[in-house]
């Protein structure tokens, strides 16, 4: 008893060779929801906190610093349709920041029932500064699994926000895609 020799060895490769050769990765079905494109240009439509960009003295932008920690984003009411689903928000826009050593700057995308949060999830947005002081590319999602997003009436929130309270970040061009995935 224990002993390893050929037979058991290669009884041993064969139930390997069986079982990884019936493992079939599954494809997730995925459905485009609603898409919402923020640009802050016209500040009625969009919730929050919303400047205007000091190096145009035109351009509406999102920011978030010290005074100013929950920036503007969106709310859009779920459909019933949409309940016990996975939800898949993908965020893409441009960030700026005139530093190397920010942290805790974020794109939240939250579900609310009335004051209540069922899910927050925060896409980090100090990782996609490369260049300092220019706008940079962010492109990131969050999925909302099915057990969270199982209220009528819930309120799916995108907006900035300031973690660190310290220093500041800006955004724009936001695209949000609300997807279903299966």
Same mark, same amino acid.
């Given at each position: 008893m224990?002993?390893?020799?050929?037979?058991?060895?290669t009884?041993?490769?064969?139930?390997?060779?069986?079982?990884?050769?019936?493992y079939?990765?599954?494809?997730? &079905? =995925?459905?485009?929801?609603?898409?919402? !494109?923020?640009?802050?240009? #016209?500040t009625?439509?969009?919730?929050?906190?919303? /400047? *205007?960009?000091?190096?145009?003295?035109?351009?509406?932008?999102?920011?978030?610093c010290? &005074? =100013?920690?929950?920036?503007?984003?969106? !709310?859009?009411?779920?459909? #019933?349709?949409?309940i016990?689903?996975?939800?898949? /928000? *993908?965020?893409?826009?441009?960030?700026?920041?005139?530093?190397?050593?920010?942290?805790g700057?974020?794109?939240?995308?939250?579900?609310f029932?009335?004051?209540k949060?069922?899910?927050?999830?925060?896409?980090?947005?100090?990782?996609?500064?490369?260049?300092?002081?220019?706008?940079?590319?962010?492109?990131?999602?969050?999925?909302i699994?099915?057990?969270?997003?199982?209220?009528?009436?819930?309120?799916?929130?995108?907006f900035?926000?300031?973690?660190?309270?310290?220093?500041?970040?800006?955004y724009?061009?936001?695209?949000?895609?609300?997807?279903?995935?299966k």
């Amino acid at each position: 008893m224990g002993c390893i020799n050929k037979t058991n060895i290669t009884f041993l490769a064969v139930i390997i060779i069986a079982l990884v050769s019936c493992y079939k990765p599954q494809k997730e &079905e =995925i459905k485009m929801v609603k898409q919402f !494109n923020i640009s802050f240009e #016209d500040t009625s439509l969009y919730d929050g906190y919303v /400047v *205007i960009d000091p190096k145009t003295n035109s351009n509406h932008i999102g920011k978030i610093c010290l &005074e =100013i920690p929950y920036g503007g984003g969106m !709310n859009y009411e779920l459909p #019933d349709s949409l309940i016990n689903t996975n939800l898949r /928000v *993908i965020v893409s826009g441009k960030v700026r920041n005139k530093g190397w050593n920010t942290f805790g700057h974020a794109i939240v995308v939250g579900l609310f029932e009335k004051e209540k949060v069922n899910a927050w999830l925060e896409i980090n947005m100090d990782g996609f500064v490369r260049k300092k002081d220019e706008w940079n590319q962010l492109v990131d999602s969050v999925q909302i699994s099915s057990d969270r997003n199982q209220i009528r009436g819930a309120i799916l929130k995108v907006f900035g926000y300031n973690g660190s309270k310290k220093s500041f970040m800006e955004y724009d061009d936001l695209k949000v895609e609300i997807k279903t995935v299966k």
